[in-house]
């Protein structure tokens, strides 16, 4: 059975920063493309970042030089380090695995459960 699990969401102030970590389990993604979405407060699911097999990365406007998004094939497990975060990032903030596409939810076959970051200004 597969699993991601997403961890080190929180509560932090505007300006500081955060690293989530997504942990797979059931079958390695070290072929697949990884990504972070995120839903903030009353609105849709909206992409945040991905990361390809071989490193490629790819990024929201919106998050572009505060986030960055990596990978460890080895622990089957990718990260989003996000710096000067802002009010606006606060969302419920989901991992999924096995994208064909980057930006498109649709195309992901597997999410974690999602996990809460909270920016106070």
């Known amino acids: 059975q597969v699993q991601l699990v997403e961890s080190g969401g929180g509560l932090v102030q505007a300006g500081g920063s955060l690293r989530l970590s997504c942990a797979a389990s059931?079958?390695?993604?070290?072929?697949?493309?990884m990504g972070w979405f995120r839903r903030p407060p009353g609105k849709e699911r909206e992409f945040v970042a991905s990361?390809?097999?071989?490193?490629?990365?790819n990024y929201a406007d919106s998050v572009k030089g505060r986030f960055t998004i990596s990978r460890d094939n080895a622990k089957n497990t990718v990260y989003l380090q996000m710096n000067s975060l802002k009010p606006e990032d606060t969302a419920v903030y989901y991992c999924a695995a096995g994208g064909t596409y980057s930006g498109d939810e649709r195309t992901y076959n597997y999410w974690g459960q999602g996990t809460q970051v909270t920016v106070s200004s």
């Open positions: 059931g079958r390695t993604f070290s072929d697949s493309l």
């Open positions: 990361i390809g097999s071989t490193g490629v990365t």
